[in-house]
T-cell receptor, first 114, second 112 residues
Framework: KAGVTQTPRYLIKTRGQQVTLSCSPI?????VSWYQQTPGQGLQFLFE???????NKGNFPGRFSGRQFSNSRSEMNVSTLELGDSALYLC?????????????FGPGTRLTVT | GENVEQHPSTLSVQEGDSAVIKCTYS??????FPWYKQELGKRPQLIID?????GEKKDQRIAVTLNKTAKHFSLHITETQPEDSAVYFC???????????FGTGTSLTVIP
C-alpha cells in the first residue's frame, strides 16, 4: 500500500497570507489527524477528522481549520499567517478510530512564513 | 486535557550501552502509549507501543514499561547502535478518537 502523502512538501508564504495543505491517507484509513511540529515543542495536536467529521480539536486559534473529503483526503488551512506559524505540519492516518492503534505519518509540509 | 512530559531532552551513550527515556502523563483515562522514532529529515515511525492492560512489552533490543499507578512509562534500548541515533517521542492517547498527546522528544546520540 502507498503510504501517507502530503503536498506540497515545502511552502514559503508572507505574513497575512493564507495557505492550504493537503494530506492523502493510506487507502482504507478513515481517520486523519494533523500535528504542528516545532523545535522544542514536539508534536502538537491540531485536529482529527473521521468520516468527514471533525472529532477532536487541539488548542489552536480559529485561524487553523481543516476538512475531510468523502475519499478521506484531508486539507488544513491557515489564514492570516503569522511568523510563529512557521513549522513542519504532519498529518497521520489510522485504520481504527479509537486512539488505540498506530498512526502512520506523512513526510510533512515545511511551512516558512516571512 | 492530557499533559505528557518527557525526560531527558538529550541523551548521549556509548555504542553498546543502554538508553532509557522516561515519560509521565496526567490523564488517568489514557490507555495507549506509543513510542515514535524520528530520524533527521524523516517522518516519525512507530517503534513500539503498549496498552494500559499490559505492564511491559519487549521487541528485540527495545522494551517499554508502564506504571499506571504512578502514571509513567519508559523506553529502554539495550545494546545501542549508531543507527539508533534519532529523536524519540512518547505519546499518550485517552482513547477519545485519534487525539495523541506527545512529549517534547529526546534526542539520542549513540557514540561509536
Amino acid at each position: 500500500k502507498a503510504g501517507v502523502t502530503q503536498t506540497p512538501r515545502y511552502l514559503i508564504k508572507t505574513r497575512g497570507q493564507q495557505v492550504t495543505l493537503s494530506c492523502s491517507p493510506i487507502s482504507g484509513h478513515r481517520s486523519v489527524s494533523w500535528y504542528q511540529q516545532t523545535p522544542g515543542q514536539g508534536l502538537q495536536f491540531l485536529f482529527e477528522y473521521f468520516s468527514e467529521t471533525q472529532r477532536n480539536k487541539g488548542n489552536f486559534p480559529g485561524r487553523f481549520s481543516g476538512r475531510q473529503f468523502s475519499n478521506s483526503r484531508s486539507e488544513m488551512n491557515v489564514s492570516t499567517l503569522e511568523l510563529g506559524d512557521s513549522a513542519l505540519y504532519l498529518c497521520a492516518s489510522s485504520l481504527q478510530d479509537r486512539g488505540l492503534d498506530e498512526q502512520y505519518f506523512g513526510p510533512g509540509t515545511r511551512l516558512t512564513v516571512t | 486535557g492530557e499533559n505528557v512530559e518527557q525526560h531527558p531532552s538529550t541523551l548521549s551513550v556509548q555504542e553498546g550501552d543502554s538508553a532509557v527515556i522516561k515519560c509521565t502523563y496526567s490523564d488517568s483515562a489514557s490507555n495507549y502509549f506509543p513510542w515514535y522514532k524520528q530520524e533527521l529529515g524523516k517522518r516519525p515511525q512507530l517503534i513500539i507501543d503498549i496498552r494500559s492492560n499490559v505492564g511491559e512489552k519487549k521487541d528485540q533490543r527495545i522494551a517499554v514499561t508502564l506504571n499506571k499507578t504512578a502514571k509513567h512509562f519508559s523506553l529502554h534500548i539495550t545494546e545501542t547502535q549508531p543507527e539508533d541515533s534519532a529523536v524519540y517521542f512518547c505519546a499518550a492517547s485517552p482513547g477519545a478518537g485519534n487525539q495523541f498527546y506527545f512529549g517534547t522528544g529526546t534526542s539520542l546520540t549513540v557514540i561509536p
